[in-house]
């Protein structure tokens, strides 16, 4: 439901087009579309490719909208747009996801160069995710082609997609703090330096990397318009363009993550949880949920394979979970892919070093403690890595625990005691009273000074406790 809110805030992150913006209007997504973006939208309306994407779920709902119902936005055309559950990025995607929405881009693209459609670009940003499911989301991208011009979103395709998923699958890189590092993703030259030698003759290295780096060099002083004049006398055509696409998707395709081992992956196994550790943790997290009265967005921290996040999912619209081990992830979300679960998102994330702003004055790309204010936040063998594992104050831990969940909203939180077995084997690497404040009266004080604490259960291992709090409201 839409909030009384009505004042025009735009996007931080929706500036580089000159000729859209986007905007919000309380929980409303609108798009402002100047005289020829309008005009680019009449025509995609009317497309029945355009119609069929939407009706698949494949770009994201949008309608026109009377800028006579709205406060002043300066634009003559307006379009509402459906709102995303949880703005992610590139970098907090694990490879299956970034392969999966690298595949819909160009599914987008293909069908649109079919109808006499092109894309304006081809970044990563430009989608989304329902849960497990990419949307795209740039509906002012689309514009009519013109004939003999290459894809202008060939580059920011590589940079963005492309090239991240190559240094996973060739050479077993993470690439995940590349995207974080460069909004703009990795360059060519960078890849060139990495795939050298006999790496040159990895599958899509010689045209994307080498021969498209090569073409950037030799046509770095000439205009964009020469460039595409060149092309038309070479006789590049709207079938070449198709032909490009379907080989970048066969490309993509092919790629996969490399096997590698994880000690996460198996935590659920080696976490030292009794069966009945288990069954009274799952039975309070299901009342915790349950009690917040059908949640619109639950975040889960430190979420593993999902277990929790699976419960919470049955009460609440969208589930953010989030973990910081990237194959743990992708084991994840290739499970909720095979289900077709579209509640939960699964995320990679360090949360002792989660996603800064970034891009254009460091709010191009909001933080994700901006984005995340959650109805319930899951907190569940957390504290520990974070206090003792990273070093992080005990105060410190709860205030950011706290600060994820918005007023009236709840956290549930597990202290795990200095005696248990995984709390000694962290405090065993660290030099010897290092954190005297890590004890359990200390932690429920500084809970009740932050939260109203509605109940307490101590798990029957007898070293671990759960907590149910409000926070604010």
């Known amino acids: 439901m839409a909030t009384s809110d009505t004042r025009i805030r735009v996007e931080p992150g929706s500036f580089r087009d000159p000729a859209n913006r986007v905007f919000h209007a309380g929980d409303e997504v609108l798009r402002g579309l100047g005289p020829q973006a309008a005009a680019d939208w009449r025509a995609l309306h009317a497309a029945d490719f355009f119609t069929a994407l939407l009706a698949e779920g494949k770009v994201c709902g949008t309608e026109l909208v009377d800028p006579a119902t709205l406060p002043d936005t300066g634009w003559t055309t307006v379009l509402r747009h459906e709102r995303i559950p949880f703005v992610s990025h590139p970098y ?44 795209f989301i740039d509906i002012g991208s689309f514009e009519p082609i013109r004939e003999g011009e290459p894809w202008a979103g060939y580059r920011q395709f590589c940079q963005t997609l492309l090239y991240p998923l190559m240094l996973q699958a060739h050479l077993g890189l ?22 050298g030698g ?38 590049y055509s709207r079938e070449l363009a198709l032909a490009t696409v379907r080989g970048l998707a066969k490309l993509v395709r092919r790629l996969d993550r490399r096997a590698d081992g994880s000690h996460w992956a198996d935590y659920q196994r080696t976490c030292g949880y009794t ?27 430190g979420a593993n394979d999902g277990r929790y996040a699976r419960i919470a999912a049955r009460h609440a619209a969208q589930v953010v ?25 699964p995320l990679v994330m360090d949360l ?29 063998a957390v504290v520990h890595h974070l206090a003792i594992g990273r070093n992080v104050p005990l105060p410190e831990v709860v205030d950011q625990l ?43 004080r500084l809970l009740a000074a932050r939260c109203r604490v509605e109940r307490r259960r101590d798990l029957p291992s007898g070293t671990r406790t759960l907590y149910q709090a409000v926070v604010g409201g």
């Open 198 to 235: 006999a790496r040159r003759l990895l599958p899509g290295v010689p045209t994307h990397v080498h021969l498209h780096g090569a073409m950037q060099a030799r046509n770095a002083r000439t205009s964009t318009s020469d460039v595409r004049a060149q092309l038309r006398a070479a006789g």
């Open 92 to 135: 907090e995607w694990s490879f299956a996801m970034l392969r999966d929405a690298a595949l819909l881009h160009l599914e987008i693209l293909r069908r649109a160069l079919s109808a006499g459609f092109t894309t304006k670009d081809g970044s990563a940003y430009n989608l989304q995710w329902r849960g497990s499911a990419p949307v």
């Open 321 to 345: 979970a989030v973990e910081q081990d990237p194959a743990v992830v992708d084991a994840l979300y290739r499970a909720l892919r095979v289900e077709g679960d579209r509640r939960i998102l």
């Open 352 to 380: 002792a070093d989660p996603s800064p702003g970034g891009g254009w004055r460091g709010v191009e790309r909001a933080a994700f403690a901006t984005r995340a204010r959650a109805d319930v936040v899951l907190a569940l």
């Open 174 to 195: 993470d690439f995940q703090p590349w995207l974080r590092a460069q909004v703009d993703g990795i360059e060519p030259e960078q890849m060139r330096r990495l795939f």
């Open 275 to 301: 069966a009945q550790d288990r069954a009274d943790k799952e039975l309070f997290v299901d009342e915790a949920v349950a009690a917040a009265g059908a949640p619109r967005l639950v975040l889960d921290l």
């Open 402 to 444: 706290v600060a994820y969940v918005r007023p009236g909203g709840r956290l549930v939180v597990e202290f795990v005691h200095p005696e248990d077995a995984m709390a000694r084997r962290l405090l065993a690497n660290k030099p010897d009273g290092l954190f005297p404040d890590y004890r359990r009266v200390e932690f429920e």
